[in-house]
Nanobody, 125 residues
């Protein structure tokens, strides 16, 4: 198992931006689908975005479409979640999750095997 590590969270004002990163030392995640999830206090964990191992398939929750962008950099072995136009409802702990899988597949459901510890995103004025 290679536990991913998230970074890039923080406090930002409404309308601001953050870029979250997900990586695991020693792994390129080349053959892994990656999912980003979030969980706010008192709420269930929800899928935010995912990207297939080949990078061609990307999915977004309706609540973040047009504001969030997922990408991956194989050279840096990293997966990014660019979050723009942040809203207070985006406040949550964000988790990166991985699953070794066939190309062209990812899911916003919990199909993933390994999870990071999470990074806190707080959107507040």
């Amino acid at each position: 198992q290679l536990q991913p590590v998230e970074s890039g969270g923080g406090l930002v004002q409404p309308g601001g931006s953050l870029r979250l990163s997900c990586a695991a030392p020693g792994s390129s995640y080349k053959h892994y689908a990656i999912g980003w999830f979030r969980q706010a206090p008192g709420k269930e964990r929800e899928g935010v975005s995912c990207i297939s191992s080949g990078g061609k398939v990307k999915k977004y929750a309706d609540s973040v479409k047009g504001r969030f962008t997922i990408s991956r950099d194989y050279a840096k072995s990293a997966i990014y979640l660019q979050m723009n136009s942040l809203e207070p409802d985006d406040t949550a702990t964000y988790f990166c999750a991985t699953k070794e899988t066939i190309s062209g597949y990812c899911s916003l459901s919990n199909i993933y095997d390994d999870w990071g510890q999470g990074t806190q995103v707080t959107v507040s004025s």
